[in-house]
């Protein structure tokens, strides 16, 4: 019970967590004006919203306002990653344990979750090159957890100073009007 009592109150780290199960928008102490009284995610106009998971990607400006966001696609990416077992065409290798008769084999990596790890650097080395060229000021990430972690780590300071939120949601096969809806509500 204490632990749930400390998970709700953000005692564990996971400070996205809202009671009821919800989630709030993670965003740093710089950009609090991105979130309005009740902790939604303020949509203004010219924010760049990038719906990601580690196979696709959409790249969104709202063409709209704040009271009415219209997201447009800006670009799509999109990136063919079949599972493991469609890219392993071998046995993982085995070695040699010394002089003794067994030989232990190494683990066999999973080609599917490094083609998702490859796929949010190439979208954090597109974001630099945007930031770079001024294409945004404001930019909203959502990605599920793992891909937003994996992009985090990759993004360059010049992107994480206009990261305004982010969201870890799993979006990118939802029609845009829906993406605009649950950020609203976000």
């Known amino acids: 019970m204490e632990f749930a009592a400390a998970f709700l109150r953000g005692k564990t780290g996971?400070?996205?967590?809202?009671?009821?199960?919800?989630?709030?928008?993670?965003?740093?102490?710089?950009?609090?004006?991105a979130l309005n009284d009740m902790g939604d995610i303020i949509l203004r106009h010219g924010i760049w919203v990038v719906v990601a998971d580690g196979e696709k990607?959409?790249?969104?400006?709202?063409?709209?306002?704040?009271?009415?966001?219209?997201?447009?696609?800006?670009?799509?990416?999109?990136?063919?990653?079949?599972?493991?077992?469609e890219q392993g065409a071998e046995r993982p290798g085995r070695y040699s344990n010394g002089p003794s008769a067994h030989n232990s084999a190494f683990d066999e990596a999973d080609w599917h979750r490094l083609g998702k790890a490859r796929f949010a650097d190439e979208i954090a080395q597109l974001l630099y090159s945007m930031a770079h060229r001024g294409d945004f000021d404001e930019l909203v990430i959502v990605a599920p957890p793992?891909?937003?972690?994996?992009?985090?780590?990759?993004?360059?300071?010049?992107?994480?100073?206009?990261?305004?939120?982010?969201?870890?949601?799993?979006l990118t096969n939802h029609v845009v009007a829906d993406i605009e809806a649950i950020l609203q509500a976000a």
């Open 14 to 33: 996971l400070r996205n967590i809202v009671p009821g199960g919800a989630f709030r928008p993670r965003v740093s102490r710089s950009n609090q004006e």
């Open 57 to 85: 990607a959409l790249f969104l400006r709202n063409e709209g306002d704040a009271t009415y966001p219209n997201l447009q696609v800006v670009r799509e990416i999109e990136q063919q990653n079949p599972a493991t077992r």
């Open 146 to 170: 793992m891909v937003l972690g994996e992009m985090r780590k990759k993004l360059h300071a010049e992107v994480s100073d206009r990261v305004m939120a982010e969201v870890p949601k799993t």
